[in-house]
């Protein structure tokens, strides 16, 4: 059985190498440590979890708990949930996360700006596997107030934002995309290294 302290010592590029050796037994130990007090330990726990929900689909029966972490009133832990959700999409033939778009959406308006970034980045992870939802993805993502964030943090969501509206409209023309990217380009908030980077991706 792994162990918890080895687990939280261990470097990151280890962690990955590890959650493609663990037993299912091993994997169901550590989906409790989600919820651990100990940063380390859960934060080794998740990533090995979120990388083993990358290549293989036997996560996906806790689904149920991590969409119950989108309701936490611990930012950390809906950070946690909506990643891993994100990461299990990709095995998601129940239509269960078009059950939930609505209440995953909410975190773009979460109080904690950390979670609303890592929101709209986990998308990036969810559109090539919900096709039918990408024109709703898109919607939500647009209509994210950057305005209202402290000024740090307005680049950084923006520039996340705009790497999944490329994404989709890399699968389909869209006129409220190009809208929107055009004004992202002429507005302030985008330097003009930033700018061209994007442009060269369209």
């Known amino acids: 059985m792994i162990s918890l302290d080895a ?17 299912a037994e091993e994997l169901d130990a550590l989906v409790p440590v989600l919820s651990d007090t100990d940063d380390k330990r859960r934060y080794a726990s998740f990533l090995v979890l979120q990388h083993r929900s990358r290549i293989s689909d036997d996560l996906y029966r806790y689904w149920a708990l991590f969409e119950e972490k989108l309701g936490s009133p611990n930012s950390y832990q809906r950070s946690l949930g909506l990643m ?7 095995w998601d033939t129940d239509a269960k996360f078009e059950a939930l778009f609505d209440a995953y959406c909410a975190l773009l308006d979460d109080e904690k700006p950390i979670t609303v970034r890592q929101c709209i980045q986990s998308f990036a992870e969810i559109i090539p596997y919900k096709p039918a939802l990408r024109d709703a993805i ?5 209509a994210v107030d950057i305005g209202s964030a402290k000024e740090t943090m307005r680049k950084l969501l923006l520039t996340d934002i705009l790497t999944n509206l490329i994404l989709i409209r890399k699968e389909k023309a869209s006129d409220v995309i190009d809208a929107y990217l055009s004004d992202a380009f002429t507005g ?6 930033a700018k061209k980077a994007f442009q060269a991706l369209l």
């Open 188 to 193: 302030g908030i985008l330097d003009n290294k």
């Open 138 to 142: 898109a919607a939500r993502l647009m």
């Open 7 to 23: 687990l939280a010592a261990a470097e990151k590029n280890t962690l990955q190498s590890m959650a493609e050796r663990l037993s």
């Open 84 to 90: 891993l959700l994100a990461a299990n999409t990709k």
